[in-house]
């Protein structure tokens, strides 16, 4: 869709200044693009590469190494169900199956409201609170198929303002002062850090210090 | 075992292979080590150039350092004492032939139909090495065959294993990581960006350091079978660099260069320019045929009448002859054509055809070699055309130095350049200026600003310049045109003044013409004779020779492989002087703008058809061999001067090369010890010794133009891809050269009010053009840069060569 706006390119170079390196604001840069967006458009990493001042074939690397950045528009609640196996011993299996027909899409696709994607995903870690269901990357534990028409309903009807819009990172964002930045100076810089060099030295073959 | 015993034994580090006691090199890598000591590991994603990744799992060998036998990837281990590799147990077999068939999973077997088959280290490691049967009865993985990532690359991912290898190089080596892995586990695949191809300059080598056939080369692709190629070693002759190349032909037609690993010169790596640019040399456009003009068009004559012809021409009075251009001719050529010359007393004999700088520059500054001028701790001045664009293959040399080495590089340029990213610092006088600025330099007087340089930077470049000398570190300055539209005589100036200030420094020549060195050596100049011997009598330089046909006093005009109407930067002087003159010979591959314009075309055998030799830019001899047979009746250059000579009636007495190559090494004392017949076989080639140490004669200093206030001062200089003869004629890079376009400081482009790319009127004198113009940060203010020889505009028009600088107006 698009590059970054302006309030978040101003957002992206105070992000970038956190880091020794530009190149290393690379992630926190492609979740801002997402959460503009909802996904990371071509335009927006091309906004990336100059930001960083690296090739946009690089920055197309590292975003599409990490899975939850989605290159292609997705619904504003991603629902992962999880069908890995404590889920599929206590339906997990079912569970999808159910939203794919009440949502009439299968998985990876947008339904035609644009609320959902479907994502059929590996374990979760919440084994014992099978079978469970991300919306958004929230969880939703121990879910019958009532309980997960109740989500979808109460997300339509508008009562689920505890979940954000796919790709918000958090509801509160962390601003750090610029005075407050610690570490940002490059490691070929950076002097021995005091803690390093008050350590006694090790040891030689001989067993002197 | 005593450790004492051993390593008194042998020097270096001492192991065991195979349970030989050895020894290897401090820090050698155990691959490397094992391959000298005549034990070869099969690898994919390792290269000796390349870092080690230790990707492809390949090269798994049973290690024992002390705590028993484990498999350890050689490619990432480096030798320490005392270690026990084993390359031939069960273990380090079984797991090699894993290894191959977790290749072969996913690699489609259309070896019958790849290019690669026959030649590929995945085959020939999976008959060596592999299992022989697979147990994968799934179905393979399936993309897209093969996607051009370039004009030049395709790239098939089925067969693509992810050794990492063109994608370390395009970020290591090139610089340009255009491409890189994209997604993840089993659909990881090399991709570029949508829509942003793959166009490095130094693509093709990619294709060469691929272990599969995932890269292919447009231009060889599906043309031969390995099995079908036979190979000869030169050397690449499109720039100054002397790459050392290995040629391949299949049914006497040249298919394909691969770069050859020269310690000294090119490691391996070749530009694209170089490695594909060999097919003009198949194209239906090369010369076949002797040519005389008739009316507006050529008839084709017998070779008897165009030496006879050519005879005449020359012998009309050895003052009204005027010779341009040498460069493309072997080093035996250049001497028998010198000789000819010479012995017809014309001396108006140019090889530098007004787009270089001076000759004595090149002959008499002290020389150094790449490998020197690139070791670790030493300065590199660059006060040269951006080498990238120029010598590309230099250019990795000095990025490596600069990145790799922690090599200095101060860089004194008209604009940024591609090494201005490294560089520890950069300073762009203004058009005009550089003389002056290295003057301010070296008396250290350096005020608030001197030619548009800040006082405080110019100091600090003359402190980095003038420390290195002081403390013993290599300073070399690599001298250059880096402004077609400014006077070469400011070039001078300044080697002047950086004498002063580092009387050690040492210099390379960025020439662009490739064997310019050896034409200048050769004496095809106008106040040198062979071996750079100073003429007593003088003759006239390009310039001049083109001013005294303007004022009727050349008859004759002979080019030797030279295309002044294209290259020279004055475009109008060079076409009166074509105008006034009787008689233009040329003798060339092509007809070029020039070529085209000559009376009578004499067609001479090119790149690939000749054998001969090359000098490179530090004076090193390499070998060009024939690999197929010349093109219709086109012959060597030096059989034409021979053939000239006699029609003269002068005996030269050549009838052989070899006969050339003795009387060469007779007369010039630096080829007297040159042993022709191991030129083919030597690693890097001999370095001549000039053994000259006259100091070059500056003249006066060249005048500071006064600033037009209303005006840019224009800098011309050229791009890798431009619509050079070469590169015209080659079918796949024909298509590369981008568009003319003025590009000014972002200052100044404000000033104009445009939109970036739009069209503008510039104007130098009464000359005007348009162009579409863009800002660019590399550009000082002040200064417009256009690039010389692009299509959409002839900037040769609006240079006169009479101003030291020029300067043009823009207007909406």
């Not at chain 2, 020549?509 to 007593?536: C, I, Q, V």
Request: charged share 25%; net charge negative.
């Amino acid at each position: 869709m698009s590059r970054l706006n302006t309030a978040n390119e101003t957002l992206a170079k105070e992000i970038i200044a956190r880091y020794p390196r530009p190149k290393s604001a690379l992630i926190p840069l492609l979740h801002l693009a997402q959460e503009q967006d909802g996904y990371v458009a071509d335009d927006a990493m091309l906004h990336l590469a100059e930001l960083v001042g690296v090739e946009p074939a690089e920055v197309l690397g590292t975003c599409t190494f990490y899975e939850m950045f989605k290159r292609e528009p997705v619904g504003k609640y991603i629902l992962n169900i999880c069908t890995n196996l404590s889920c599929q011993l206590t339906g997990g299996e079912e569970l999808l199956h159910h939203a794919e027909k009440t949502l009439g899409i299968r998985p990876g696709d947008i339904s035609d409201d644009g609320l959902f994607t479907i994502e059929d995903v590996e374990c979760i870690a919440a084994c014992t609170e099978a079978p469970c269901m991300q919306v958004n990357y929230r969880y939703e534990y121990r879910l019958s198929t009532d309980d997960f028409d109740q989500v979808i309903s109460d997300i339509r009807a508008g009562k689920r303002k505890d979940l954000p819009e796919h790709g918000t990172l958090g509801l509160v964002r962390q601003h750090i002062p610029a005075d407050r930045l610690a570490g940002i100076e490059s490691p070929e810089e950076a002097g021995t850090p005091d803690w390093f060099a008050s350590r006694q030295p090790a040891p030689d073959e001989s067993g002197k210090a | 075992m005593s450790t004492t015993e051993s390593t008194e034994a042998v020097t270096g580090v001492p192991f065991f292979l195979n349970g030989q006691a050895l020894s290897a090199n401090d820090g050698e890598l155990l691959i490397d080590a094992c391959e000298r000591n005549g034990v070869h590991i099969p690898r994919f994603c390792y290269h000796e150039r390349l870092t080690p990744v230790g990707m492809c799992r390949m090269c798994l060998v049973e290690v024992d350092t002390g705590r028993g036998a484990a498999l350890q990837p050689s490619c990432m281990l480096p030798v320490t004492p005392e270690m026990k590799v084993n390359t031939e147990t069960e273990a380090t077999k079984r797991a090699q032939s894993g290894i191959l068939e977790l290749f072969l999973i996913n690699h489609p077997l259309d070896c019958p139909v790849c290019d690669k088959g026959g030649e590929c280290p995945l085959q020939d490691n999976a008959y060596a090495f592999g299992p022989g049967e697979t147990r994968f009865v799934e179905e393979k993985r399936h993309y897209e065959k093969p996607i051009p990532i370039s004009d030049l690359v395709n790239l098939d991912r089925e067969r693509c294993i992810l050794c990492d290898r063109c994608t370390r190089f395009s970020k290591e080596v090139a610089g340009d990581p255009l491409i890189h892995f994209i997604d993840r586990g089993n659909e990881t695949q090399v991709n570029t960006f949508p829509d942003h191809p793959f166009s490095s300059y130094f693509s093709g080598n990619t294709v060469q350091i691929c272990p599969v056939g995932a890269l292919t080369a447009t231009p060889y692709r599906f043309k031969a079978r390995p099995w079908d190629l036979t190979a000869t070693e030169s050397t690449a002759t499109v720039d100054s660099t002397g790459a050392r190349i290995a040629l391949q032909s299949s049914r006497d037609e040249m298919v394909r260069v691969l770069g050859v690993d020269s310690e000294a010169v090119n490691w391996g790596w070749l530009s694209d320019k170089e490695r594909f640019s060999y097919e003009a040399a198949n194209s239906d456009a090369r010369l076949t045929e002797p040519l005389a003009k008739a009316g507006s068009s050529f008839d084709s004559i017998r070779w008897n009448n165009a030496i006879g012809q050519t005879a005449k021409a020359l012998s009309i009075g050895s003052d009204r002859v005027g010779v341009l251009g040498g460069a493309r001719l072997s080093v035996e050529a250049q001497y028998v054509w010198s000789k000819l010359l010479q012995g017809s007393g014309i001396s108006n004999v140019d090889a530098n055809i007004g787009d270089g700088i001076a000759a004595d520059l090149v002959l008499g500054l002290p020389k150094t070699t790449i490998a020197e001028a690139v070791a670790p701790g030493s300065i590199i001045v660059l006060m040269a055309p951006d080498p990238k664009e120029e010598l590309p293959t230099l250019f990795l040399r000095l990025r490596h130095a600069a990145v790799e080495s922690g090599v200095t590089i101060v860089e004194i340029t008209p604009t940024a350049t591609s090494l201005t990213t490294h560089a520890s610092l950069s300073i762009h006088p203004a058009p005009g200026s550089l003389g002056a600025v290295t003057e301010a330099m070296a008396n250290q007087l350096f005020g608030t600003s001197v030619g548009g340089v800040d006082g405080s930077d110019l100091e600090a470049v003359a402190a980095t310049i003038a420390k290195g000398s002081t403390d013993g570190s290599n300073v070399t300055v690599i001298v250059g045109r880096s402004n077609l539209a400014e006077s070469a005589d400011f070039v001078s100036d300044a080697v002047q003044s950086l004498l002063r200030l580092a009387p050690e420094a040492k210099f390379l020549p960025a020439l662009r013409r490739g064997n310019l060195m050896g034409a200048l050596e050769m004496g095809l100049t106008p106040e040198f004779g062979p071996g750079g011997n100073p003429s007593d009598e003088p003759g006239l330089d390009t310039e001049a020779i083109l001013r005294a046909a303007v004022n009727g006093k050349i008859d004759t005009l002979l080019l030797l492989g030279a295309d002044p109407i294209a290259d020279f930067p004055d475009r109008n002087l060079v076409t009166s002087a074509f105008n006034e003159v009787n008689t233009v010979v040329a003798v060339d591959t092509f007809l070029t703008d020039s070529s085209a314009r000559a009376d009578l075309v004499l067609p001479a055998a090119g790149f690939g058809e000749v054998d001969g030799s090359f000098l490179n830019l530090e004076g090193r001899l390499s070998p060009l061999q024939a690999k197929v047979t010349a093109k219709g009746q086109a012959r060597d250059d030096w059989m034409i001067a021979a053939e000239i000579a006699e029609s003269l009636g002068m005996d030269l007495g050549f009838t052989t090369l070899d006969e050339v190559r003795s009387d060469l090494s007779a007369s010039i004392p630096s080829f007297g010890a040159v042993d022709w017949d191991a030129l083919g076989r030597s690693d890097d080639g001999p370095l001549l010794d000039q053994g000259r140490t006259w100091s070059v004669d500056f003249g006066s200093r060249t005048e500071v133009p006064a600033v037009d206030g209303y005006g840019l001062a224009l800098a011309v200089d050229r791009k890798l891809w431009d619509q050079g003869t070469m590169i015209h004629n080659s079918a796949t890079l024909a298509e590369l050269p981008e568009q003319a376009q003025l590009s000014v400081s972002a200052i100044d482009f404000e000033k104009l009010g445009v939109r970036d790319g739009e069209v503008v009127t510039i104007e130098s004198g009464s000359i005007r053009a348009d162009v579409g113009v863009v800002a660019d940060t590399g550009l000082p203010r002040g200064t417009a840069r256009i690039h010389f020889r692009l299509p959409g505009l002839d900037i040769g028009e609006l240079i006169d060569c009479e101003q030291s600088v020029t300067t043009i107006r823009v207007a909406r």
